[in-house]
């Protein structure tokens, strides 16, 4: 009995410190606020999300909520705002990790591009094209299905002025795929500044 306790243990741990590293990596970063964004992990039925308005920076033990993968609970009010999304996405894709961020310069061009499409090497490379979803005035709950079935064939999508939901087997993947798209986007607009385009 205390053996399979101290499993439990070192296994929530070790997942609690997965959510503390990428939340961490995404706020130092400057891709989400103090109390924006969003992360999430598929676990058997269930998905352990972060909760509503938590500072991903600084996530404690309390900060991630367990709910049903098909239905609502009691607990789940206390999860993300963005908890159906992730729902919609895990029902419709093999993703067993995902991230929702604020990356500026992505959610600057998704205002005026349909497709993100990265000229330097590291973004053709892992993020070769980032399409666009939504339209002014939509969030991602308005487009949950369209960004579930997006997800299917691109490893991260932008909505419309909103931001990017990234999807992976793994939460440190979906930080690279983040970061990858925001360096080239940053790249975009250095080069627009240069008359480049």
């Given at each position: 009995?205390?053996?399979?306790?101290?499993?439990?243990f070192i296994a929530d741990t070790a997942i609690l410190s997965q959510f503390?590293?990428?939340?961490?990596?995404?706020?130092?970063?400057?891709?989400?606020?103090s109390h924006s964004g969003?992360?999430?992990?598929?676990?058997?039925?269930?998905?352990?999300?972060?909760?509503?308005?938590?500072m991903l920076g600084d996530i404690r033990d309390l900060d991630l909520v367990e709910t049903r993968l098909d239905r609502s609970d009691r607990i789940s009010p206390l999860a993300?705002?963005?908890?159906?999304?992730?729902?919609?996405i895990y029902q419709n894709t093999k993703s067993r990790a995902l991230v929702h961020a604020h990356p500026p310069h992505a959610i600057?061009?998704?205002?005026?591009?349909?497709?993100?499409?990265?000229?330097?090497?590291?973004?053709?490379g892992l993020v070769p094209s980032v399409p666009v979803l939504g339209g002014a005035g939509i969030t991602p709950r308005d487009i949950a299905d369209p960004i579930a079935e997006a997800l299917r064939d691109y490893p991260i999508v932008l909505v419309y002025g909103y931001g990017c939901f990234a999807a992976s087997q793994l939460l440190e993947e979906t930080l690279l795929w983040i970061t990858a798209m925001e360096e080239s986007c940053h790249i975009l607009f250095l080069l627009k500044s240069l008359g480049n385009h």
């Amino acid at each position: 009995m205390q053996e399979s306790f101290q499993e439990s243990f070192i296994a929530d741990t070790a997942i609690l410190s997965q959510f503390q590293a990428v939340g961490r990596g995404l706020f130092q970063r400057g891709l989400i606020s103090s109390h924006s964004g969003n992360l999430s992990m598929l676990l058997e039925d269930k998905l352990l999300i972060t909760r509503r308005g938590c500072m991903l920076g600084d996530i404690r033990d309390l900060d991630l909520v367990e709910t049903r993968l098909d239905r609502s609970d009691r607990i789940s009010p206390l999860a993300s705002s963005e908890l159906q999304v992730h729902r919609t996405i895990y029902q419709n894709t093999k993703s067993r990790a995902l991230v929702h961020a604020h990356p500026p310069h992505a959610i600057a061009l998704s205002l005026t591009e349909k497709v993100v499409t990265p000229r330097d090497g590291e973004g053709m490379g892992l993020v070769p094209s980032v399409p666009v979803l939504g339209g002014a005035g939509i969030t991602p709950r308005d487009i949950a299905d369209p960004i579930a079935e997006a997800l299917r064939d691109y490893p991260i999508v932008l909505v419309y002025g909103y931001g990017c939901f990234a999807a992976s087997q793994l939460l440190e993947e979906t930080l690279l795929w983040i970061t990858a798209m925001e360096e080239s986007c940053h790249i975009l607009f250095l080069l627009k500044s240069l008359g480049n385009h």
